[in-house]
């Protein structure tokens, strides 16, 4: 079983910055695709950056040159900086972790971008 916990979340003003953390329990994190997902209200949940085990990453077109996915196999730890934070940033961000058919879901931490 893995436990993932997120921290980090918070309120911040437009063209402010919030680092997001991740920590996996367990020893399957190094093998595993990481990935963080957010949800606005009467949204629905969608990617926003991702890192395979060997470290390529993808991200969402909204937070291109913003955001960065980062992780660190030795602390069992993903992160989500972020940059240049708008209004439309604001939302529950989950961290995710998957290993083949393996799918594991964090609480989710509030991140509210507010003036």
């Known amino acids: 079983q893995v436990q993932l916990v997120e921290s980090g979340g918070g309120l911040v003003q437009p063209g402010g910055s919030l680092r997001l953390s991740c920590a996996a329990s367990?020893?399957?994190?190094?093998?595993?695709?990481m990935a963080w997902y957010r949800q606005a209200p009467g949204k629905q949940r969608e990617l926003v950056a991702s890192?395979?085990?060997?470290?390529?990453?993808n991200y969402a077109d909204s937070v291109k040159g913003r955001f960065t996915i980062s992780r660190d196999n030795a602390k069992n730890t993903v992160y989500l900086q972020m940059n240049s934070l708008k209004p439309e940033d604001t939302a529950v961000y989950y961290c995710?972790?998957?290993?083949?058919?393996?799918?594991?879901w964090g609480q989710g931490t509030q991140v509210t971008v507010s003036s």
């Open positions: 367990g020893s399957i994190f190094s093998s595993s695709r």
């Open positions: 890192v395979t085990k060997d470290g390529s990453t």
């Open positions: 995710n972790l998957q290993l083949l058919t393996l799918r594991y």
